[in-house]
């Protein structure tokens, strides 16, 4: 079946830095979503991506829809202590009403 | 309030019993799920349903059960054939692509 691959797997970072994370697969996806998954929380959908080449910011957040329709990328300007958590990315299934997820980038944060 | 709830946050269990947790949604959406996750690891889809009275299995269903007699509600069972029950269990609902998650309940079975 299809997969999705994150990377890095997690990332230590100080306040005020910039992070970048990208999520990688071998087939085709027509929608490209991010999540964010506080602990012990359930995950909160960030953005959601439909076209190619697609750039869409969420305050601090900017995500890309890869041209090549196999990979999107998330990144997060002046990060903060509230931005610790589990980003995952997200894709539809072909043919099946459910969606494939990444192992997720576990993201921490030094004060 | 539109949204997902799960119930309770936090549910003990002795090995052996079947245990059943709580998901419900007033967004009206006619998909729901059910996913699991253990420590430090991503989701995995257990059970799904598109349209009431009917459901599809994930990935890892042996061991568990549903039902989805009403749009709003789509309760798990997690029964004793379960080999490694603890986790945290994850409700979600669409009414297209993008999923919305309910809060999770964290099951301990000891």
């Known amino acids: 079946g299809q997969q999705l691959n994150q990377s890095p797997q997690s990332m230590f970072i100080q306040e005020g830095e910039d992070v970048s994370m990208n999520c990688t697969s071998s087939?085709?996806?027509?929608?490209w979503l991010w999540y964010k998954q506080d602990p012990g929380e359930g995950p909160v959908l960030l953005i959601a991506?439909?076209?190619?080449?697609e750039l869409t910011s969420n305050g601090r957040l900017t995500a890309q829809f890869g041209i090549t329709r196999k990979d999107s990328f998330l990144n997060i300007s002046a990060s903060i202590p509230s931005d610790v958590g589990i980003y995952f990315c997200a894709g539809p299934d072909q043919g099946a009403q459910k969606l494939v997820f990444g192992q997720g980038t576990r993201l921490t944060i030094n004060p | 309030d539109g949204g997902i709830t799960q119930s309770p946050k936090y549910l003990f269990r002795k090995e052996g019993q079947n245990v059943t947790l709580s998901c419900e949604q007033n967004?009206?959406?006619?998909?729901m799920y059910w996913y699991r996750q253990d420590p430090g690891q991503g989701l995995r889809l257990i059970y799904y349903s598109q349209i009431v009275n009917d459901f599809q299995k994930g990935d890892i269903a042996e061991g568990y059960s549903v039902s989805r007699e009403k749009k709003e509600s789509f309760p798990l069972t997690v029964t004793s054939a379960q080999k490694n029950p603890t986790a945290f269990y994850l409700c979600a609902s669409s009414m297209s692509q993008e999923q919305f998650f309910g809060p999770g309940t964290r099951l301990t079975v000891l």
């Open positions: 991506l439909y076209k190619a080449g």
């Open positions: 967004l009206n959406h006619d998909a």
């Open positions: 087939s085709i996806f027509n929608t």
